[in-house]
């Protein structure tokens, strides 16, 4: 019997899960729709490329926002239950507030875990093709930048043709064992230019030890020192290692040396890893939160607060997660405390409205 209620309270919370998820995914793909109409209304091209592009970009947003969906569907959930008086025909069988919470409470740490593994690579890499598809039509982008396991590779256009810039790595404001080859408008490369280290910070570039291979006149020449004018300063290249978001967790962990050998910082892989891992935990505590606020009343009238409250409620706990990262990344705390907090917050509070549910 126990078995068969515990399916009915995860079954029916998982139909309010997923009819949220599909609210929040349609109106993000709606909204976003406008943004992608927006940048190509000028390109010329088919409504199914803003169409695609939405559908690959919002799966990371709804990613971002679903502890926060979690909330809202707790919240909901509860309510339902109340309203339909199912809460009191559950408690027939001993079932008390704190152990449908913590039923309620555990599968949803359980679906953060699978989102984690199933969902994330997914959501991963439908955003970096986005990116990628986005940059080929934007009207005023003249550079690619990829990072692969052979390092880092920039390619760069101007009037006289391109470049193609190769470094092993990136550590601070300096690009590691570089090599850049200069082609002219017709494909044909004009020099080569190796170089130990480049200070990127400023442009032009200062290298050192530095050789050049003119082709095109045959020559080789030495320098100590050597200015390259390019279009890419730091701050632009060390864009592209802040989104974190094209790499899956599963690949933050296995990949970590790797990529921090090529550039990403420690600093940013490690509060990427832990702002997933802390997903499970944070939905956890979010159905307890929900439940602090809605398992206790009977009075249905309520429920309009309780839907204002709920919203209210993620509102401060998305602009509080945003303030406590922004406090690690300016070393105000540890980084990883930073991360946290939330958590640590959130579970505080809940293990005094604990009490209260089983209370009522």
């Known amino acids: 019997m126990f078995k068969i209620i515990n399916k009915f309270i995860i079954f029916n919370y998982f139909k309010v899960v997923i009819n949220t998820i599909l609210i929040f995914f349609a109106l993000a793909v709606i909204l976003n729709l406008f943004e992608e109409i927006e940048f190509f209304k000028n390109l ?48 027939v069988f001993g079932y008390s507030n704190l152990k449908i919470t913590f039923i309620v409470a555990f599968f949803a740490f359980m679906l953060g875990c699978f989102v984690l593994i199933a969902f994330n690579p997914v959501a991963s890499t439908l955003v970096k093709f986005y990116e990628s598809e986005k940059a080929k039509y ?88 050597y200015a390259f004018k390019s279009n890419k300063v730091l701050d632009k290249i060390n864009s592209l290692y802040k989104n974190l978001n094209t790499i899956s967790f599963l690949s933050l962990v296995k990949s970590y040396q790797r990529l921090n050998t090529i550039g990403y910082s ?18 956890f505590l979010m159905v307890v939160l929900a439940s602090i606020f809605t398992v206790g009343s009977v009075n249905v009238r309520q429920n309009y607060y309780y839907i204002i409250l709920s919203i209210f409620i993620s509102v401060v706990v998305f602009y509080f997660k945003d303030l406590s990262i922004a406090l690690g990344q300016t070393e105000k705390i540890g980084l990883k405390l930073s991360v946290w907090m939330p958590v640590i917050a959130i579970s505080l509070f809940c293990s005094i409205g604990v009490i209260q549910i089983n209370e009522k």
């Open 138 to 225: 934007s009207r005023d982008v003249d550079h690619l930048i990829s990072v692969n396991k052979n390092g880092v590779w920039i390619k760069e256009i101007n009037d006289q043709g391109y470049h193609i810039i190769k470094a092993k790595k990136i550590e601070g404001n300096f690009l590691k064992h570089i090599s850049i080859f200069i082609f002219d408008t017709n494909n044909n490369m004009l020099k080569r230019i190796e170089s130990k280290s480049a200070i990127i910070s400023e442009n032009p570039w200062q290298m050192n030890d530095v050789i050049v291979y003119d082709l095109k006149n045959n020559k080789k020449q030495k320098f100590k020192n």
């Open 44 to 91: 010329n091209q088919s409504f199914s490329i803003p169409i695609l592009l939405s559908l690959s970009f919002v799966p990371t947003l709804i990613l971002d926002l679903f502890p926060f969906i979690i909330f809202l569907s707790s919240m909901f959930y509860f309510l339902k239950l109340k309203s339909s008086k199912d809460l009191l025909s559950i408690k």
């Open 266 to 283: 420690k600093k940013l892989l490690d509060e990427q890893i832990h702002r997933y891992a802390s997903l499970p935990f944070l939905l």
